[in-house]
């Protein structure tokens, strides 16, 4: 789950790479590590992967994402090493096809949703943000349809600017995603950190696509914190995994 980018190597089409080092934000357990690889063209974000290392180093997941039929709803492939697999393919202006498969399970489950208005799914919701961020700083909040993939379903959520912070010492601004009904109430909101400078997602903490081993079921609430140099607890990323 990640903001586009938008650096000087971004808009002169180059590769982007980045780290997040997820913990359990309640505990503080570091959990695993995300090797975020991006490609953007004219400031557009294209296409991208992530890897996710656990805390001995080895590859728990793969994501691959293509955002060329569609700037905020990608078509993309989640596999976890548990064999548990997700995602959304045959994304036209009309609609998209999210498809799962859960761990131990042979056949795909599918559903297809319309695409109307202002939609995201997966790491494009953060491309609709930045493309809104200005409004949001200013008090705005933003709705929009969100695709679950893992839910083969669509939800109507909000976002607003509910705080300031700083982050790595400089200035941050706090933001939460909630659903937009009655939903929110049982539903889990996201808080995310973005820089007011440049755009760029600081923090993520909320729902894991990632699982726990120990359950089998995405983590509840991590705190995912996109750091400028790894911190210790990380050191079991393999070297090369880092340019």
Same mark, same amino acid.
């Given at each position: 789950?990640?903001?586009?980018?938008?650096?000087?190597?971004a808009? @002169?089409?180059?590769d982007v790479?980045?780290?997040?080092?997820? =913990?359990d934000? %309640?505990?503080?357990? #570091?959990?695993y590590t995300?090797k975020? /690889?991006q490609?953007?063209e004219?400031?557009?974000? +294209? !296409?991208?992967s992530i890897?996710?290392? &656990?805390?001995s180093?080895a590859v728990?997941?793969?994501?691959?994402?293509d955002?060329?039929? $569609?700037? #905020?709803?990608?078509?993309?492939?989640?596999?976890?090493?548990?064999?548990?697999?997700?995602?959304? !393919?045959d994304?036209? &202006?009309?609609?998209?096809? *999210? =498809? !799962?498969?859960?761990?131990?399970?042979e056949?795909e489950?599918?559903?297809?949703?319309?695409?109307?208005?202002?939609?995201?799914a997966?790491s494009?919701?953060? /491309?609709?943000?930045?493309?809104?961020?200005?409004?949001? *700083? &200013?008090g705005?909040?933003?709705?929009?349809? =969100?695709a679950v993939?893992? $839910?083969?379903d669509?939800?109507?959520?909000?976002?607003?600017?509910?705080?300031?912070?700083? =982050? %790595?010492?400089?200035?941050?601004?706090?933001?939460k995603?909630?659903?937009?009904?009655? +939903? !929110?109430?049982?539903?889990? /909101?996201?808080?995310?950190?973005?820089?007011? @400078?440049?755009?760029?997602?600081l %923090?993520?903490?909320? *729902?894991?696509?990632?699982?726990d081993?120990?359950?089998g079921?995405?983590y509840?609430?991590?705190?995912?914190?996109?750091? /400028?140099?790894p911190? %210790?607890?990380?050191?079991?990323?393999?070297e090369?995994?880092?340019?």
């Amino acid at each position: 789950m990640l903001a586009s980018l938008v650096s000087g190597a971004a808009m @002169a089409g180059d590769d982007v790479v980045f780290y997040g080092y997820a =913990f359990d934000n %309640e505990s503080g357990e #570091y959990l695993y590590t995300e090797k975020h /690889s991006q490609v953007f063209e004219n400031g557009r974000w +294209l !296409r991208g992967s992530i890897v996710y290392y &656990d805390t001995s180093g080895a590859v728990v997941g793969r994501k691959s994402m293509d955002f060329s039929k $569609n700037p #905020y709803i990608p078509e993309f492939r989640l596999e976890l090493a548990s064999g548990y697999v997700e995602g959304i !393919r045959d994304v036209t &202006d009309e609609e998209a096809t *999210l =498809f !799962r498969v859960p761990a131990g399970q042979e056949s795909e489950e599918t559903a297809t949703v319309d695409i109307e208005g202002r939609m995201a799914a997966d790491s494009g919701f953060h /491309s609709l943000i930045y493309d809104n961020l200005d409004d949001i *700083l &200013d008090g705005s909040t933003e709705k929009f349809r =969100f695709a679950v993939a893992g $839910n083969l379903d669509d939800y109507s959520f909000r976002v607003r600017k509910v705080g300031e912070t700083t =982050f %790595e010492g400089d200035p941050a601004a706090v933001l939460k995603v909630e659903a937009a009904t009655l +939903l !929110r109430l049982i539903a889990p /909101s996201l808080e995310l950190i973005y820089s007011p @400078a440049d755009g760029r997602l600081l %923090e993520y903490r909320g *729902l894991s696509n990632v699982h726990d081993p120990a359950t089998g079921k995405p983590y509840e609430n991590v705190r995912i914190s996109y750091y /400028s140099t790894p911190p %210790e607890d990380a050191e079991g990323v393999p070297e090369a995994a880092y340019p």
